[in-house]
C-alpha cells in the first residue's frame, strides 16, 4: 500500500498522546489522524473533542481507529505506557512499559507497515531499542523523542541565565533521556558565537556551580513537574510535533533524537540521544560531534546504564 504522507497515527491516548494529537491540530502538519488506544471509548472522545475545534484550526480528519488504520501511515507515534510516579526514575518503568510496547509492535509488524515509529513512551530509548529489535526494521524507520525535551529546556534555561532569547542558544542534551543524561558544554553557542565568548561580552559569569545547578533542574525537571500535577505532557507535545515537522517538511534539521547506535562513538546494542539529521525518512545520518574527554567518558556511562536496563528485561 502506498504511504500517505499526511497521515499519522497516535497509538495511546493518556496525557500526552492527547497533547500530541492537539499539537498537530495546531500544526496543520497532516490531512488525516488516527487516534488507537486500548480503551477504544478514550480514542473516540479524544477524536470528537478534537474535531470540535476544526473550524478554528487546520483541516483534518481525525478519527479513532485500530491497527489496521496505520498501514498507509508516514508516521505512527507511541506513547502508550503506564505513567511515572513521583520519586521513580525513567528506567524503573521499564518491565512494565516492555510488555507493553511488545504488544504493539506485534500487531504492527503484522501489517504491512513501511512507514516511521516514533516512540515516546519512557523509558524512551530503551523502548526505542525494544521497538527496533522485535520490528526488525532498519533503524532509519525506528527513532525516539530522546532528549528533545530535555535540550529544549537546556536552551530555555541557558536563555533566561544569559539573557537572551533562548531560540538563539545552540546547546544540546545527550545520553539517556533520564538521570544519566548529559549537557555537552563544549559545543554550546550563542548564534554561533562560542559560549565562554558570549559570557565575557554580557559581563556573567557561568561558573562550574552555574552549569550543574542548571543541568540538574534539567534532569530533574520531569519528577519536579510530576509532584506538582502528577504528569508532563505539553513540553513532549511540543518536542514532538518538532520532530513531526521535520520528517513531514524534510528539513533535515539536527535534533537529539534517540537512535541505536552502529558504532558510532565506538558503540552499538544500544538506543542513544544523540544529534542526528532528521528528514521524510527519518533517520538520516547520526553525527558524530567532538566530544570532550569526561563528556565522552558521561555518554559511555550512560549507554553502560542503558544496556545492562535492557539487558534485564524478560
Known sequence: MAIDYRKAAIIGCGFVGASIAFRFLQQGLFSRMVLIDANREKAEGEAMDL??????????????????????????????????????????????????????????????????????????????????????????????????????????LLGEELKVDGRNVHAFIAGEHGDSELPVWSGANVSGLDLDAFCRLRGIELHASNRERIYREIRDSANEIIKRKGATYYGIAMAVGRIAECIVKDEHAILPISVVLDGEYGLDRVALSIPSIVGKNGLEKVLEIPLEETERRALNESARQLKEAFAGLK
Open 51 to 156: 474535531r470540535d475545534g476544526l473550524p478554528y484550526g487546520a483541516s483534518m480528519e481525525i478519527t479513532a481507529g485500530s491497527y489496521d488504520d496505520i498501514t498507509d501511515c508516514s508516521l505512527v507515534v507511541i506513547t502508550a505506557g503506564v505513567n511515572q510516579k513521583p520519586g521513580e526514575t525513567r528506567l524503573e518503568l521499564i518491565e512494565r512499559n516492555a510488555g507493553i510496547m511488545r504488544s504493539i509492535i506485534r500487531e504492527i509488524t503484522a501489517r504491512p507497515f513501511e512507514g516511521i515509529l516514533l516512540v515516546v513512551s519512557n523509558p524512551v530509548d530503551v523502548l526505542t531499542y525494544t521497538a527496533w529489535k522485535l520490528s526488525g526494521y532498519p533503524r532509519e524507520r525506528v527513532i525516539g523523542s530522546g532528549t528533545v525535551l530535555d535540550t529544549g529546556r537546556l536552551k530555555q
